[in-house]
């Protein structure tokens, strides 16, 4: 666990917190993540991100022909938001993708950046160091022709991926997205929203504040496997569900994987569980956490629950004696 700059950070989440809570902030304001984290390629590992890359895709209803923006709040590496190491030296590279393959292609749905994780077409990529310009300010892709994007069935929208790697040094960069209809403001899409299926973040820096995830259950899972890693042992995790009121998975220690095995029931099938992650301290935290099925395939962590945040039923099985 590293203690950071506290009220610099409560102040960055005020700051965010002036936009409206819509589908397309990521993180969502109803996952409670202080930002999302991507490290320089030669930060230590111990520092919480496992591979110095995170993946995102944004959704877009495919019945929408308007233009949409990604928006990337503070993407430089040095200032008030970001965390530094020694000294601030830290390219992080944001790269746009779309058409066939951007999430059709296998490795761009893998927890690792191998092969050809960059499938699709590249649209635009650049390249942010310490920059006062957008130093606690958004950098604006755009605009975007929806069709531009891979079309996915099963989601029924057009989908472009946003991969963010840090390409040197050794700093942390907190960043946020969202998916708006302007260049210049945070307008939600109707209908949009974004998934990664590895989370890289930083939790809020407050004891006992509760972290949500929501990965997607799709009807062929029998079992998910949560992996979490460098959590310090310093947050507890349950699961929530239609069918789950809490049970307890595996936590990680300082720089390591820790993983534990769930089963899941046929009435969980089509809708999202809710991990929850509880911080037993005050201080902020970075980690890596993804969730994959029975045959290790990775599940997709949506913004905003698909079938909405899981509520526990309660079954009672009453039997009446003659």
């Given at each position: 666990m590293r203690a950071f700059r506290f009220f610099l950070l409560c102040g960055f989440l005020t700051l965010l917190c002036r936009c409206p809570a819509q589908a397309q902030a990521v993180p969502n304001p109803g996952e409670n993540i202080a930002s999302l984290v991507t490290f320089g390629a030669q930060a230590d590992k111990s520092w919480g991100d496992d591979d110095f890359t995170q993946t995102f895709f944004f959704l877009i209803p495919k019945a929408n022909r308007q233009p949409v923006y990604i928006r990337v709040f503070d993407p430089d590496c040095g200032g008030q938001f970001d965390e530094k190491r020694f000294n601030w030296n830290t390219t992080?590279?944001?790269?746009?993708?779309?058409?066939?393959?951007?999430?059709s292609g296998p490795d761009a749905r893998a927890t690792e950046p191998k092969g050809?994780?960059?499938?699709?077409?590249?649209?635009k990529q650049v390249k942010f160091g310490v920059d006062p310009k957008y130093d606690g300010k958004w950098y604006t892709f755009g605009p975007l022709n929806p069709l531009e994007g891979e079309l996915v069935p099963e989601f029924e929208g057009y989908v472009f991926k946003l991969i963010a790697q840090g390409k040197s040094g050794d700093d942390g960069n907190l960043y946020r997205y969202f998916l708006s209809t302007s260049p210049t403001e945070n307008v939600a899409v109707e209908g949009g929203n974004a998934f990664t299926y590895e989370y890289a973040f930083r939790l809020v820096p407050t004891k006992r504040a509760i972290t949500h995830l929501y990965p997607?259950?799709?009807?062929?899972v029998v079992s998910v496997r949560q992996s979490n890693f460098d959590l310090d042992g310093d947050v507890s995790i349950k699961i929530f569900s239609v069918a789950k009121n809490g049970h307890p998975a595996a936590v990680s220690q300082d720089n390591v994987w820790a993983r534990s095995v769930h089963p899941i029931s046929d009435k969980e099938h089509g809708l999202s569980l809710d991990m929850r992650l509880t911080s037993l301290t005050k201080e902020g935290n970075d980690l890596v956490f993804y969730v994959t099925d029975q045959y290790d395939v990775a599940l997709p962590f949506f913004a905003i629950p698909l079938g909405g945040p899981p509520r526990y039923r309660y079954d009672v099985d009453v039997k009446i004696r003659k």
């Amino acid at each position: 666990m590293r203690a950071f700059r506290f009220f610099l950070l409560c102040g960055f989440l005020t700051l965010l917190c002036r936009c409206p809570a819509q589908a397309q902030a990521v993180p969502n304001p109803g996952e409670n993540i202080a930002s999302l984290v991507t490290f320089g390629a030669q930060a230590d590992k111990s520092w919480g991100d496992d591979d110095f890359t995170q993946t995102f895709f944004f959704l877009i209803p495919k019945a929408n022909r308007q233009p949409v923006y990604i928006r990337v709040f503070d993407p430089d590496c040095g200032g008030q938001f970001d965390e530094k190491r020694f000294n601030w030296n830290t390219t992080t590279e944001f790269s746009l993708y779309g058409g066939v393959g951007t999430h059709s292609g296998p490795d761009a749905r893998a927890t690792e950046p191998k092969g050809n994780f960059r499938s699709g077409t590249l649209l635009k990529q650049v390249k942010f160091g310490v920059d006062p310009k957008y130093d606690g300010k958004w950098y604006t892709f755009g605009p975007l022709n929806p069709l531009e994007g891979e079309l996915v069935p099963e989601f029924e929208g057009y989908v472009f991926k946003l991969i963010a790697q840090g390409k040197s040094g050794d700093d942390g960069n907190l960043y946020r997205y969202f998916l708006s209809t302007s260049p210049t403001e945070n307008v939600a899409v109707e209908g949009g929203n974004a998934f990664t299926y590895e989370y890289a973040f930083r939790l809020v820096p407050t004891k006992r504040a509760i972290t949500h995830l929501y990965p997607f259950v799709n009807d062929r899972v029998v079992s998910v496997r949560q992996s979490n890693f460098d959590l310090d042992g310093d947050v507890s995790i349950k699961i929530f569900s239609v069918a789950k009121n809490g049970h307890p998975a595996a936590v990680s220690q300082d720089n390591v994987w820790a993983r534990s095995v769930h089963p899941i029931s046929d009435k969980e099938h089509g809708l999202s569980l809710d991990m929850r992650l509880t911080s037993l301290t005050k201080e902020g935290n970075d980690l890596v956490f993804y969730v994959t099925d029975q045959y290790d395939v990775a599940l997709p962590f949506f913004a905003i629950p698909l079938g909405g945040p899981p509520r526990y039923r309660y079954d009672v099985d009453v039997k009446i004696r003659k």
